[in-house]
């Protein structure tokens, strides 16, 4: 815990949980900078049980509440605290407020062919039109479209999973709009969940606890949990809980019509609107409007990201880190194959190496054998699919992106960074990587009256972390993103097929 000790304004802690890993943040204005230091980090994942892939949601509330305690040892009475998540997954909640089950992972398998099943008689222009959300099958309307009528039956309460992390930290409960959004199940028009579709999934509208924006004060950490653990003074806030609309925060907002790349498990790429686009070229090429902090909307796609290559470095035994995969890559050309990353085999496959293999076989292209080349082919594929939902956003907000910032953790991998520059033709501004915590953390502070509102917060994430720049690389690789494109279009009537 050496090095806390340079903390000396209010205090604030970022608890920041992908799928992978979770971690508390502890962060202080220094002198009109943000300062950042881990105070603890922990591992995530879910597990086959019961017949499903299941999260360990007790088990992360148990971490935070160790971390919390760490805290108090490194001498910290008073802390404010946010919580934020991945989107989609819930916990059903009984009566007496405990937890029915353990909530079921979106990689499940049990919403494979859900969409259809369910919009056999509602159309997805319908739903789109209500929505603005993308088709997504793991999206929580057709989780709760599969889940047990009987459980359903049995349940007072359904919770977002960071929503239910918060509840059983204060025992108040609330649903955050930004995370609720994601459930394919709010109406864009009204601010409420609708009806009609909650009617089509067996659910009620009581059945979710009153919506509340991000900003909102949830309330302090329970006194038994404060005694049991010896934790400091706890307030909570519930920031925009899903991880992306921190994410979104958390960038810097560089240049004039600027773009965002939350680049982790997931890669997002959008642009924050003030007004939802859900008209028919946005539901054509499954855009999303998910709800951002602040009356803004996340107007996005979704792109399977570092999943891929998250895979590939577990499956080689993890001898290599991610940086020398990185470094690999570079010794290798890019574009030897194409690749349609967003393709529903490489979701969850049972080796994500072979399964790359296969794509390429069965595609008639050089099949990648070694690290360098399986990891060039993904970030030289993703480089490609980000850069063509670049232009895709050009055409349907009907103006020029002139900037990209890449944020998480994908902003560091500078051969990917600069691929996405030469080829979208596009200045990229990379960092920071800790984008997700960091809009936890500045929504706290600008709820606790620390920073005035979300431009100077983007300010002071300008200036305290090295954002780096690159530049298009012209006519370094002409003609490859129309190849890709017209590759693309192919893939996508074979995947009808």
């Known amino acids: 815990m050496k090095g ?28 009109s900078k943000l300062v950042m230091k881990e105070a603890h980090r922990f591992k995530n994942g879910f597990i086959h049980d019961k017949g499903h892939d299941r999260w360990n949601v007790d ?10 305690s760490k805290i108090k040892k490194a001498g910290y009475q008073n802390v404010v605290l946010g919580i934020d998540t991945w989107a989609v997954d819930y916990v059903l909640v009984d009566e007496q407020g405990e937890k029915i089950q353990d909530p079921i992972s979106y990689r499940d398998t049990r919403t494979q062919g859900s969409i259809e099943r369910l919009t056999t008689d509602l159309s997805k222009e319908y739903i789109y039109q ?15 479209f ?45 601010g409420l969940f609708d009806d009609h579709l909650l009617e089509k999934v067996n659910v009620k509208q009581s059945q979710f606890p009153k919506l509340v924006e991000a900003g909102t004060i949830l309330g302090e950490v329970k006194s038994e949990l404060s005694e049991k653990y010896d934790l400091p003074k706890t307030e909570v806030i519930t920031v925009a809980t899903h991880d992306t609309a921190s994410a979104v925060i958390g960038a810097p907002g560089i240049g004039q019509k600027w773009a965002y790349l939350s680049s982790g498990t997931w890669s997002l ?14 539901f054509k090429q499954n855009y999303t409007n ?19 290559i998250q895979n590939i470095k577990q499956e080689l035994g993890d001898q290599y880190s991610f940086a020398e995969l990185a470094k690999l890559a570079e010794e290798e050309p890019p574009f030897q194959q194409l690749i349609d990353v967003n393709d529903e085999r490489f979701q969850n496959p049972s080796n994500m190496i072979e399964e790359i293999k296969k794509y390429c076989q069965e595609t008639k292209q050089k099949v990648p054998q070694t690290p360098g080349e399986l990891s060039m082919a993904v970030y030289s594929n993703l480089s490609l699919y980000y850069a063509n939902e670049l232009s895709i956003l050009d055409h349907i907000l009907g103006y020029h992106i002139d900037s990209l910032n890449i944020v998480g953790g994908g902003s560091n991998v500078e051969l990917m960074n600069q691929l996405t520059a030469t080829i979208s033709g596009v200045n990229v501004y990379a960092g920071p990587s ?21 431009y100077l917060a983007r300010r002071i994430i300008a200036n305290s972390f090295n954002i780096k720049e690159f530049r298009p690389e012209n006519d370094k690789y002409p003609e490859i993103l129309q190849v890709y494109q017209r590759f693309l279009k192919s893939s996508f009537e074979r995947r009808k097929r």
């Open 4 to 31: 806390f000790e340079q903390f000396m304004t209010r205090t604030y802690v970022a608890v920041d949980i992908g799928a992978s890993s979770g971690r508390l943040m502890l962060a202080n204005l220094v002198d």
């Open 59 to 68: 088990g992360l509330i148990k971490e935070i509440l160790i971390g919390l």
């Open 130 to 144: 209500k929505t603005g959300i993308q088709f997504l099958d793991f999206n929580t309307l057709y989780q709760l």
């Open 146 to 190: 599969e889940e047990d009528k009987d459980l359903l039956a049995k349940t007072a309460r359904i919770m977002m999973i960071p929503d239910y992390i918060g509840y059983a930290l204060t025992g108040k409960a609330v649903t955050e709009v930004t995370n609720a959004s994601t459930t394919q199940m709010l109406s864009l028009r009204e």
């Open 269 to 282: 790429i959008g642009a924050e609107l003030n007004i939802p686009e859900n008209g028919e070229v946005a």
């Open 290 to 308: 998910e709800w951002g902090a602040y009356g803004t909307y996340r107007f996005l796609k979704n792109i399977m990201g570092l999943w891929l």
């Open 434 to 454: 800790e984008a997700t915590a960091i809009g936890n953390i500045m929504v706290q502070m600008i709820t606790k009256g620390d920073i005035l509102n979300v």
